[in-house]
């Protein structure tokens, strides 16, 4: 790439395709010269929308691969989701978009699947939308002139609710190292319907899974259970990779994490939740008066400060900045380094007031 992707690039979208009722796959070009794009399988990219004479940011997982000249992504709607709905049911084929580079710790070149007998193995799991990172891996893995082994399980509702529904079936059917399996709701017996994934699951549709990787995208709780069976089973846990998405009230489904935090913020105690604290940047001569318990993204911009809030959730790593020790707690720290956590560092997206703060961005 000779490309700058220290800020922002221009992207149009070149085609919207949809998957199911809720869900479209974008494909976006570039307005600049550009060959293919350096990413990793299961990364994601921030994208942003004008909204009310602002972009807006949402991050969202790349189904594309790095070798392609175009960007895919896949956006599902959720409820009061403003950018998801936009993209979903407004945006029109030729409009511009803003995007940011690709990042994510969520990726089989960083975490590599298993290898045995010479053969690379892994299970991929998901559900609903979070199919799109394990998809990309997938695409990728069997593209490889040694191809890795695939499980691919996937959750779902229906066959009408199942993201890239017609192309798993054209891999399982052409690629011999592909194995599907679809868990649809509806096709279910009321017993099985009811069963949660674990396991169990794991046992009866991939007996040696014990041997392999597995990668897992879909909501924390089913990230949760499954971690906690495949622990009770004494799986090797540093070959278990997880992301998962829990909406909240600035995200929107394709946002994710790769670590167990909450999407609520921590809160403070009922008793100190009303005390003011003071929020000063130096560097801008700006001041403000919050609360205890206030997010710190939402008052820095507040304070019209130039900090780049994007995916909301702790995962992309654009409203890192460094506030004085001790004055706020943080659900997140997913792109941080030790240094940069030991130095003060805290992602403010993720990050709740408790006392006076002197914040530093960048």
């Known amino acids: 790439m000779s490309f700058d992707w220290s800020s922002p690039l221009p992207f149009r979208c070149q085609s919207k395709h949809q998957e199911t009722p809720q869900a479209v796959t974008l494909e976006l070009a570039p307005l600049f010269a550009a060959d293919r794009f350096d990413y990793k399988p299961g990364q994601f990219i921030s994208l942003g929308i004008m909204h009310k004479d602002q972009w807006v940011y949402r991050a969202y997982s790349l189904s594309s691969l790095a070798h392609e000249p175009i960007l895919r992504i896949t956006v599902q709607a959720v409820d009061k989701g403003l950018v998801s709905n936009y993209l979903v049911h407004q945006l029109a084929v030729g409009e511009t978009l803003q995007l940011m580079a690709p990042a994510g710790p969520f990726n089989c070149i960083d975490q590599a699947a298993k290898i045995n007998d010479g053969t690379r193995q892994a299970v991929l799991v998901s559900a609903g939308c979070g199919i799109t990172p394990v998809f990309a891996m997938a695409q990728y893995w069997l593209s490889q002139p040694e191809p890795c082994d695939v499980h691919f399980i996937h959750l779902a509702k229906s066959k009408t609710d199942t993201i890239y529904f017609d192309a798993l079936q054209t891999m399982a059917k052409q690629q011999p190292n592909f194995h599907l399996h679809l868990l649809l709701k509806d096709a279910m017996t009321p017993s099985q319907a009811q069963q949660r994934f674990d396991g169990h699951w794991l046992q009866s549709l991939v007996p040696d899974f014990m041997q392999r990787s597995i ?42 994490t790769s670590t167990a935090i909450s999407t609520a913020a921590v809160t403070a105690t009922a008793h100190d939740e ?84 002197e914040v530093q961005l960048g």
């Open 215 to 256: 990668y897992l995208c879909g909501p924390e709780q089913l990230m949760q259970q499954t971690a906690q069976s495949l622990e009770a089973l004494n799986f090797e846990m540093a070959h278990f990779h997880h992301e998962s998405f829990t909406p909240g009230p600035h995200a929107s489904i394709g946002t994710t």
């Open 274 to 357: 009303a005390a003011p604290v003071q929020i000063t940047a130096p560097a801008f001569g700006a001041t403000m008066q919050a609360n205890v318990g206030d997010n710190l993204a939402d008052k820095l911009e507040e304070m019209q400060l130039p900090i780049l809030a994007v995916c909301r959730s702790g995962v992309c790593g654009a409203c890192k900045c460094k506030v004085t020790p001790g004055s706020v707690d943080s659900s997140s720290q997913e792109t941080l380094s030790a240094q940069e956590i030991e130095d003060g560092y805290v992602l403010a997206c993720s990050s709740t007031l408790k006392a006076d703060t």
